[in-house]
């Protein structure tokens, strides 16, 4: 969804909101106020010579000021094990020139600010992450209202920043609705917080919700200001959907996971950028020969009309995922953000996209409505129909893509085709096809729709959808195509001196040989979108090969990422939703495998949705704050489909 940016006036460089009539800091030093007031507020620099990870929460994240100074902070004081997490609501987001000309106050965080804004997301609700200094730093920018984004947190705070502007002038941040949520994220005699007001009205609230609020100093003119610690918990915890409960585990050491496709590489990656050492269990010699084996996948969330939780999971996943290519191949040598034009080659296409720009939910640097001519224009080619285009999309090679992630120090892969889990004496025993056995403590299962063949998994209803793509050699007599064009099908700008087009989508089909058939059908798809490129092909006789994979798909198409439920468990624990959906289970939780997590499903948006899961369950594994709201985690839980299947008494 849209947000509305921040509207400024400026005082010299300084933003004061026209919204609030108010200033986002002290003009004369602000800097040093920011930090007197957050940093020691919470005695940051003594927490981080600690040796685990600090999470801070802040509302209203305004120009960042006060993550820049905590970052400062970190990078002088850390112990090299602490990491820093910071998450932070914005209901009213900085454009990205706004806040380059604010930083041109503060020369002293250049490092961070240039890292800030080439990651700094488009303006869109919901959770956003950005990494710093290869992980070191976290940024969870969640895009909203605070209220709304802290009831769908998952975390543990450790210190809280009470910022936003002053009470009286922005009422909506300083609300006891906010602070029961703060109350329920915050730890008993440990988390703290420091705020630049000292209302009275906001004492007693913090106290309400079981803080226990002493006065200080106030910086320069200002007579006192408050902070706090949580003492005890005052708001009653009501778990409305104990089934998606998620369970607790120590941090590991080493982590295994069967596959190495996109989502067995991306969390790979996502596990070994925390430390943590990884075997990646592939049954082929190579990575990504199944499903993630294509030459090129389009990079692209296809966007609803009307906000829905598959569309957030695939535009914030779009997001992460282009963050993620940068860093990994900043010379884009094996993707490009070359650009997507979503073609609308059918009445009811065309229908459905007038709605979606009418409804004004995206923001024109995500997707702007296009004429043919325009889309022709921008193509390099004569296009059939009017559409879309995404600028900021494009197109990835999926093989490269897993190369690079696995390449990191702490990732080691081996091959084997694991036919057997077992947990036994406290761990994982995997026996392979030679019936010689491995064991681990913690285990991913990335194996698409092969998770089936173990039993524990086996109850996931996972599907495989065949596909066929057709290649042909860029030739002389090819018009040339400058950015990737989806109609019913999609093809790539060439790369490698080879276009790739496609794709067929067979429900039933089990055949893994290429057929003339699915050619013709994806021929088709292509002279509906790019008629002349297709008679240049026929033209000249092209010869076409081509590769035939399968998606492993779910039935409500979104991926299962989470903890492997035990079937058996949950069926007993939650039987009674047979007859009662709406029942209140107070307090029954039913059993995970001990350590064992599932990343599958991926269907055909693998390349967006892979990276973003891999960094969710990574952060489930390491007990961090997760990247994605609650009710996001919820949809892709691999729980949901033994629930809804009480619920229609399937089960
Ligand atoms: C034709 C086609 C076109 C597509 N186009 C796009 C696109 O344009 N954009 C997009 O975003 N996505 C696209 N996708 C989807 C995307 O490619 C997938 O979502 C993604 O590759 C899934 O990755 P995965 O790791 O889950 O599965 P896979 O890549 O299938 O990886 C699973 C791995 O597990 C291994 N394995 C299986 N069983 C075992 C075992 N017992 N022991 C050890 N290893 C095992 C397999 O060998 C395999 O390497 C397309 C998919 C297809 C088939």
Redesign the pocket.
């Known amino acids: 969804m849209l947000i509305q940016n921040a509207t400024l006036d400026w005082i010299d460089n300084s933003p004061k909101s026209t919204e609030f009539d108010d200033i986002y800091f002290n003009t004369v030093d602000g800097v040093e106020e920011a930090r007197y007031v957050f940093v020691e507020g919470n005695n940051i620099n003594a927490r981080l010579a600690d040796n685990s990870p600090l999470v801070i929460a802040e509302t209203g994240f305004g120009t960042g000021l006060n993550f820049l100074n905590t970052v400062h902070r970190f990078i002088q004081h850390k112990n090299t094990k602490t990491k820093l997490h910071f998450i932070s609501a914005e209901k009213y987001p900085l454009t990205k020139r706004d806040l380059q000309r604010t930083y041109a106050n503060w020369p002293q965080f250049n490092v961070f600010t240039e890292q800030l804004l080439a990651q700094y997301p488009i303006h869109t609700t919901g959770f956003h992450r950005i990494t710093f200094f290869n992980g070191e730093i976290q940024l969870t920018l969640m895009l909203g209202d605070a209220t709304d984004c802290f009831s769908k947190l998952n975390a543990r705070v450790d210190a809280w920043y009470l910022d936003g502007f002053s009470p009286s002038r922005n009422p909506d941040m300083w609300t006891s609705a906010l602070f029961e949520k703060i109350a329920l994220l915050s730890t008993p005699h440990s988390t703290t917080l420091a705020t630049f007001t000292s209302a009275s009205k906001i004492r007693k609230s913090l106290q309400a919700v079981g803080f226990d609020i002493k006065k200080r100093p106030g910086f320069g003119l200002k007579r006192e200001i408050i902070a706090g610690t949580f003492i005890k918990s005052t708001t009653p915890v009501i778990e409305a959907k104990p089934w998606f409960s998620l369970p607790k585990s120590a941090r590991p050491t080493h982590v295994t996971i069967?596959?190495?496709?996109?989502?067995?590489c991306s969390t790979a990656y996502s596990l070994a950028q925390r430390g943590i050492k990884v075997t990646i269990?592939?049954?082929?010699k190579r990575?990504?020969?199944?499903?993630?084996?294509?030459r090129q996948?389009?990079?692209y969330a296809k966007l609803p009309v009307t906000p829905t939780k598959q569309g957030e999971l695939h535009l914030t996943g779009f997001l992460h995922t282009i963050n993620l290519l940068k860093q990994t191949d900043p010379t884009q040598s094996f993707w490009s953000q070359c650009g997507v034009a979503q073609l609308a080659t059918k009445e009811n296409e065309k229908i459905r996209q007038q709605e979606l720009i009418d409804n004004q939910h995206y923001p024109t640097s995500l997707v702007q409505q296009k004429s043919a001519a325009e889309l022709s224009a921008i193509s390099g080619t004569a296009v059939s129909s009017s559409g879309l285009f995404f600028p900021d999309a494009g197109w990835v090679s999926?093989v490269d893509f897993c190369h690079a992630l696995a390449n990191h120090p702490n990732i080691n892969i081996v091959q084997?085709?694991?036919?057997l889990i077992e947990h036994t004496d406290q761990q994982w025993t995997l026996t392979n096809n030679s019936s010689e056995r491995l064991h681990c403590s913690h285990l991913v299962i990335?194996?698409?729709e092969?998770a089936s063949?173990f039993e524990q998994t086996k109850h996931l209803p996972l599907k495989a959808i065949r596909?066929?793509?057709s290649l042909t050699a860029d030739n002389a007599d090819l018009p040339k195509l400058d950015t990737v064009v989806c109609g019913e099908g999609?093809i790539s700008p060439a790369q490698a001196g080879i276009f790739c087009f496609?794709?067929t989508f067979d429900l039933k089909g089990k055949q893994r040989d290429v057929t003339q058939h699915d050619h013709d059908k994806n021929l088709t798809k292509l002279a509906d979108a790019l008629p002349e490129f297709h008679h240049a092909l026929l033209k000249k006789k092209a010869q076409l090969s081509g590769r035939t994979?399968?998606?492993?798909s779910t039935p409500d198409y979104m991926p299962v990422v989470g903890p492997a439920p035990v079937f058996s468990d949950y069926i007993d624990t939650y039987a009674r939703l047979r007859k009662d959906k709406n029942w209140r289970f107070e307090g029954a939780t039913a059993q995970h495998y001990p350590n064992l997590y599932v990343?599958?499903g991926?269907?055909?948006?693998?390349?967006?949705?892979?990276p973003i899961s891999a960094e969710l369950l990574a952060s489930m594994i390491c007990n961090e704050p997760l990247p994605l709201p609650k009710t996001l985690i919820d949809s892709v839980n691999p729980a949901r489909f033994i629930i809804k299947n009480l619920i229609k008494r399937a089960i």
Request: proline letters at 2%; hydrophobic letters at 30%.
């Open positions: 069967i596959g190495g496709g996109l989502s067995g269990i592939e049954k082929e990575l990504a020969t199944a499903g993630s084996g294509n996948g389009a990079l999926p084997h085709d694991i036919k990335c194996n698409a092969l063949q596909g066929q793509v999609y496609g794709a994979a399968f998606r492993c990343n599958s991926h269907g055909s948006k693998g390349l967006i949705t892979c």
